[in-house]
């Protein structure tokens, strides 16, 4: 696996060191033993943990690394959060998960690993998006896997300032003509579309950028749980 990461770099334009190396198999050899007693990932093997978590969050790297601030929505067990950090990501990470049990392994990770600048937020995002301490405070934010993509935009929207990046990691475009009417409603634009496939695989990864034109209105996020019973 080592080669085939020392490849993925070379490929992303990220530079390489023995440090990082020794980070990712440490991050490995972490989420492998907490997966034993929590249920942290489905993905259990190596190669495939590499692929999916890994290198799938290293395809951000050089679109996020100059951001003053990032805010992931739904890190899960930390992706695509941690592996940025590891690459070198050395802005303000703030890692956001509803789910106590994966917000302690992340706060082990970033202990073990000692990433700098890295918090975490173990709260929903429509609590967090009506807090003053992170409302419009964020240069880009992100998403994995968490929601369909209307709903995302609602996560999304408070958290960042007027004329920053929504990045919203999906395996296609469908779900953009569901989303028209989050994004007029949010003042999102598209504002590139990148189809994309994993190195060394046949995965395909499509990770849509949403500008904000506008301040969002004090009406969203909606009440817990609406996004989702009642989206966009």
């Known amino acids: 696996m080592n080669e085939k990461l020392k490849e993925v770099f070379k490929i992303f334009d990220i530079e390489y060191s023995q440090k990082i ?73 703030y890692l956001l998960e509803s789910n106590k049990k994966k917000v302690s392994f992340m706060d082990m990770a970033i202990e073990e690993l000692e990433l700098k600048n890295t918090y975490t937020l173990n709260t929903r995002a429509e609590i967090a998006g009506r807090d003053l301490k992170y409302r419009e405070k964020f240069e880009v934010v992100t998403a994995r896997a968490v929601a369909p993509l209307n709903i995302l935009l609602e996560y999304s929207a408070s958290f960042l300032k007027v004329g920053s990046i929504f990045i919203a990691m999906k395996t296609d ?33 499509c990770n849509i950028y949403f500008r904000k034109t506008k301040i969002t209105s004090e009406k969203y996020p909606r009440a817990d749980g609406i996004p989702k019973k009642k989206p966009l």
Do not use: C
């Open 21 to 93: 190396e020794k980070d990712f198999e440490k991050l490995y050899e972490l989420l492998i033993e907490w997966n034993k007693k929590f249920n942290l990932t489905a993905i259990k093997e190596k190669e495939e943990v590499y692929t999916k978590h890994f290198i799938d969050s290293l395809m951000l790297f050089n679109r996020i690394k100059d951001k003053k601030s990032l805010l992931d929505i739904g890190s899960g067990a930390g992706f695509p959060g941690l592996p940025l950090k590891i690459a070198g990501y050395e802005n303000a990470l």
């Open 173 to 205: 475009e469908q779900e953009i003509e569901g989303a028209r009417k989050a994004m007029k409603e949010l003042s999102f634009e598209i504002d590139e579309i990148e189809s994309l496939i994993l190195p060394n695989t046949d995965i395909q990864r």
